[in-house]
């Protein structure tokens, strides 16, 4: 740094601070940790559980598809807003994937129940199984991410994996 | 006013293969994991299979099922994996950033 010392102070400082600023802002491989979108994961994850819920503590033969069209609805928008609140944010690749994986096997899920206009136990035992797993591998995509997650993580006792 | 080059590189390196070290387990517990609930879920189906809960047509569905979260597991893995990744690089510039501030301030 001979050249440098030649500068004066608050010239290097300046630039300085703006080299480092430049260097750690140009290496970014993924998005930051977004506490709105934990807790929208969090959220759906208890809609889709209580629906399993409900669901499980009513006769099998009482299952047609209209009593659950309007829990239907309302999940799939909440989901629907998960998946644009992930595409919308630059570097967020891997968490929009999880979030569309949700959706689909949610809209799939809906779709059966309207074509069979009934629910089986075993079925929904292990769709609500499967919805389980996808909800926590988003949870814990977001929560790596660099940021906020380390601290919230040890706020809510919630740990990565 | 003094920068030593080889020593900050040197603290950098050090800083990113201390984040790495804790954080490249966390990636491999994330991997793990989703290979155990593979193995769970695969159970869960043969056994609802065997026990008459469902026909071979949900099955078949139930095993489509599985390879989309599988899928999902395989992206939170690489998420962790970067996130790791980017901490590591987080924890080099943060040396660098401090010694140019030292060097600023000295």
Redesign the interface.
Known sequence: ?RH??RLP?SR??HG??L??AL??GC????AGFDEQTRNEILADARLVDRFYGELLETDEAKRPYVASAPRYVQVETELRALVLRNEARPLNQ??T??AR??L??WQQTKD?HKRRDGY????A???R??FG??FL??L??EQ???GEGDRSRAETGLR?? | MSFDLDATLKEMAAAARATIRGQSKQAGEALRRVLDDQKDALRQITAARIAGEIDEEELQRQLANTRLVFEAGLSMVRAVSKASIQKALDAAFDVLARAIGRAVAG
């Open positions: 740094m440098a010392s102070g290097l400082l300085s601070l080299l480092a260097l750690a290496v970014r491989l993924i891997d968490s994937d999880i994986k949700i689909l096997l059966l089986p136990g075993g079925s035992r292990l769709d199984e499967s797993r996808l591998y988003a814990t995509a790596a991410k660099p990565a994996p």
